[in-house]
């Protein structure tokens, strides 16, 4: 016989948050997990194969049928969950010798338990058995089971990525447009200084006038002294 695990633990917390927190389904069909937001397969039309272990986990606890039909036990887990999980727990994994009636076993004594409970385990295996286990006997103690994200999340969060940066192209488009035009404005706009200097001098057939005027410009105009 083979443990029932579940490989995706956030899968499971959608499955057990759903007892608790909606009504019954008629069944919980692939359509039903889907919609709690568990990933589909590659065509969208089934569940995720991985996912389908956390349906398996409710039929070991004894919380569907064989055929996915919910039972009594899921109609008394949504009014004591508390109890329900607890139940469910030890219908999941029987423990004759209650090493699992201790308040918190170590993984330690989980490993060895699964070891005794089922051969030939591969430690990855042990691991998600103890893992599963540490789920439900969380819901069992009234700890807060809360999914870490869902695939909807994951799909609201990707069209949100895609949105902010087409909004940050437009965004860095706007401004290098507005640049180029504050820079077109800018140059239009610069004011240009143009000096015209007059000088009407006298006749002077000698030309010292002029030599001296242009002497004159040049020490003062044309120099850094």
């Not at 194969?49 to 996915?68: A, E, H, P, Q, T």
């Not at 969380?138 to 940066?165: E, F, L, R």
């Not at 488009?173 to 239009?188: C, I, W, Y």
Request: net charge positive.
């Amino acid at each position: 016989m083979s443990p029932r695990y579940a490989k995706i633990i956030n899968d499971l917390k959608l499955l057990l948050l759903a007892i608790e927190k909606r009504g019954m389904p008629t069944k919980v069909t692939d359509a039903y997990m889907i919609s709690l937001g568990m990933p589909p397969s590659s065509d969208g039309t089934k569940l995720n194969k991985n996912s389908v272990s956390s349906r398996g986990v409710l039929i070991g606890m004894k919380l569907i049928s064989d055929d996915f039909v919910p039972t009594e036990l899921w109609a008394t887990s949504r009014t004591n969950f508390q109890a329900g999980m607890a139940e469910g727990l030890k219908n999941l994994y029987p423990d004759p010798d209650g090493v699992l009636d201790a308040d918190n076993p170590s993984d330690l004594e989980l490993t060895n338990l699964f070891r005794s409970m089922f051969s030939n385990l591969a430690p990855p295996t042990i691991k998600m058995c103890i893992r599963t286990f540490r789920t439900i006997e969380g819901g069992a103690k009234g700890d807060s089971i809360s999914p870490a994200h869902t695939a909807k999340d994951d799909k609201k969060k990707s069209t949100q990525v895609k949105k902010n940066a087409t909004s940050s192209d437009k965004d860095n488009a706007g401004t290098k447009k507005a640049s180029k035009e504050e820079v077109a404005v800018a140059s239009a706009t610069t004011p240009q200084l143009t000096i015209n200097i007059q000088l009407h001098v006298p006749s002077d057939p000698t030309g010292d006038v002029y030599e001296k005027f242009f002497t004159a410009m040049k020490k003062h105009l044309l120099t850094n002294e």
